[in-house]
Each structure stands twice: as structure tokens, then as C-alpha cells.
């Protein structure tokens, strides 16, 4: 870090995330002077993740991150929630930042929507899980695929 204390953020999104009047809201009353924040808008990112070709999502990468090659990066923010679904390509190219997403943020306010509007289900045994999706059924045997594989990340670490 430059100085002591600071620290160099980059914050991915969508356009329409980085746009949305609730997120500049948002930056605007969290921003420290003390933090360097750099918004990259990723156009089709989430597309190519559900498309899952790994080769052009690493192009793609490259590609977006060749701005900040030169810039040390304490923080990257995933600020979608289909980037965590590649959290290692992208650590891959900010070996020395630390990941930041809001997936357990987003579980325990749903558990506590649940359990507010007494809709839990308080069962222990396992469920299932059913995936509908207006792009047709190949995309819904992706979306089984991405979900098994980021369970299968999850358990092994």
C-alpha cells in the first residue's frame, strides 16, 4: 500500500449496477477519503459465466483487468452474483487482493426473511433444488452445472 491505512479497491459490476441511482447512493456514503476506488462495469461477463467457456472468460479477463496490471490491488469487490462463480480466475490476476462478495450477506437476510415471516422450512434433511429459466432447457442444465460445481468448491474449502 502507498500509505499507511490505504487501500486500492476495485469494485466489479454490471453497467447497469454501476449506473443504478441505489449504487452511486451508496458510494457516495460509504466512500473514504483514504481508499482509492476504481468501478469497472463488465458488459457480458455474467452471460459468458452462464455460458461457462473458461478459455474466453480468461480472455475476457485479461482483457478488462490490462488497465490495472501497473496498480496494486488490495480489494477486488464482486459485485454481481455470478462472479463468484469464477472467484479463482479472477484471483488468478490479483494473486495479493482480497475477494469481496456479498453471497453470505445475501444467505442470512434470507434466512431471517424466512424465519420472520415463519416460512422456514425446519426440516434437517436435504433438499432439492428446481431450476426454471426462460433461455430454455440448456441453459437450465447449465445453471444445475454452475451450482454443482460452486457446491462442490465450497466444500473442499
Same mark, same amino acid.
Given at each position: 500500500?502507498?500509505?499507511?491505512?490505504?487501500?486500492?479497491?476495485?469494485?466489479?459490476?454490471?453497467?447497469?449496477?454501476?449506473?443504478?441511482?441505489?449504487?452511486?447512493?451508496?458510494?457516495?456514503?460509504?466512500?473514504?477519503?483514504?481508499?482509492?476506488?476504481?468501478?469497472?462495469?463488465?458488459?457480458?461477463?455474467?452471460?459468458?459465466? %452462464?455460458? &461457462?467457456?473458461? =478459455?474466453?472468460?480468461?480472455?475476457?479477463?485479461? #482483457?478488462?483487468?490490462?488497465?490495472?496490471?501497473? @496498480? /496494486?490491488?488490495?480489494?477486488?469487490?464482486?459485485?454481481?452474483?455470478?462472479?463468484?462463480?469464477?472467484?479463482?480466475?479472477?484471483?488468478?490476476?490479483?494473486?495479493?487482493?482480497?475477494?469481496?462478495?456479498?453471497?453470505?450477506?445475501?444467505?442470512?437476510?434470507?434466512?431471517?426473511?424466512?424465519?420472520?415471516?415463519?416460512?422456514?422450512?425446519?426440516?434437517? %434433511?436435504? &433438499?432439492?433444488? =428446481?431450476?426454471?429459466?426462460?433461455?430454455?432447457? #440448456?441453459?437450465?442444465?447449465?445453471?444445475?452445472? @454452475? /451450482?454443482?460445481?460452486?457446491?462442490?468448491?465450497?466444500?473442499?474449502?
Amino acid at each position: 500500500m502507498d500509505q499507511e491505512g490505504s487501500s486500492h479497491i476495485l469494485l466489479m459490476a454490471t453497467p447497469g449496477t454501476i449506473q443504478s441511482k441505489k449504487f452511486q447512493e451508496l458510494k457516495e456514503a460509504t466512500t473514504k477519503p483514504d481508499k482509492e476506488l476504481w468501478l469497472l462495469p463488465c458488459p457480458s461477463l455474467a452471460n459468458k459465466i %452462464e455460458q &461457462g467457456n473458461k =478459455e474466453e472468460i480468461r480472455i475476457y479477463l485479461k #482483457e478488462i483487468f490490462s488497465p490495472f496490471d501497473s @496498480l /496494486l490491488i488490495d480489494q477486488v469487490v464482486l459485485g454481481c452474483t455470478h462472479y463468484p462463480l469464477i472467484k479463482e480466475e479472477i484471483a488468478s490476476f490479483f494473486p495479493n487482493a482480497t475477494l469481496i462478495h456479498g453471497g453470505n450477506g445475501i444467505a442470512r437476510r434470507v434466512k431471517n426473511l424466512l424465519e420472520e415471516k415463519e416460512i422456514k422450512n425446519p426440516s434437517l %434433511e436435504e &433438499g432439492t433444488i =428446481e431450476v426454471e429459466n426462460s433461455k430454455g432447457e #440448456e441453459m437450465v442444465k447449465r445453471t444445475y452445472q @454452475l /451450482l454443482k460445481d460452486m457446491n462442490k468448491k465450497n466444500e473442499l474449502g
